[in-house]
């Protein structure tokens, strides 16, 4: 599995970003895919998830009716559309892909950088 992130970028506070992340290989009938991200000296943490079946989506607290994660099943993408943002949200986000059936595995993309000024 490849999940390959676009859309990084710098903006300023109260802008919008978009990302995306695109997933090839055998990325499983049944999946949880993800954002997570990292900032200097900060552990990594989850952003926000999407199950592949009903959508069922996930928000850490801090990003709560400001980011919207979906997803095209079709296209094997899903995306993170950012508004209002912070320098708080400033990090490396990665994507994330969760097998879970048929098969399982855990796999992460590159990372974008998000550099959000005040």
């Known amino acids: 599995v490849q999940l390959v992130e676009s859309g990084g970028g710098l903006v300023q506070a109260g802008g919008s970003l978009r990302l995306s992340c695109a997933a090839s290989?055998?990325?499983?009938?049944?999946?949880?895919m993800g954002w997570y991200r990292q900032a200097p000296g900060k552990q990594r943490e989850l952003v926000a998830t999407?199950?592949?079946?009903?959508?069922?989506?996930n928000y850490v607290d801090s990003v709560k009716g400001r980011f919207t994660i979906s997803r095209d099943n079709a296209k094997n993408t899903i995306y993170l559309q950012m508004n209002s943002l912070k320098p708080a949200d400033t990090a490396v986000y990665y994507c994330?892909?969760?097998?879970?059936?048929?098969?399982?595995?855990?796999?992460w993309g590159q990372g974008t950088q998000v550099t959000v000024s005040s």
């Open positions: 994330s892909l969760r097998a879970v059936w048929p098969h399982t595995g855990d796999y």
């Open positions: 290989g055998t990325t499983s009938t049944i999946n949880v």
């Open positions: 999407i199950t592949s079946g009903g959508g069922s989506t």
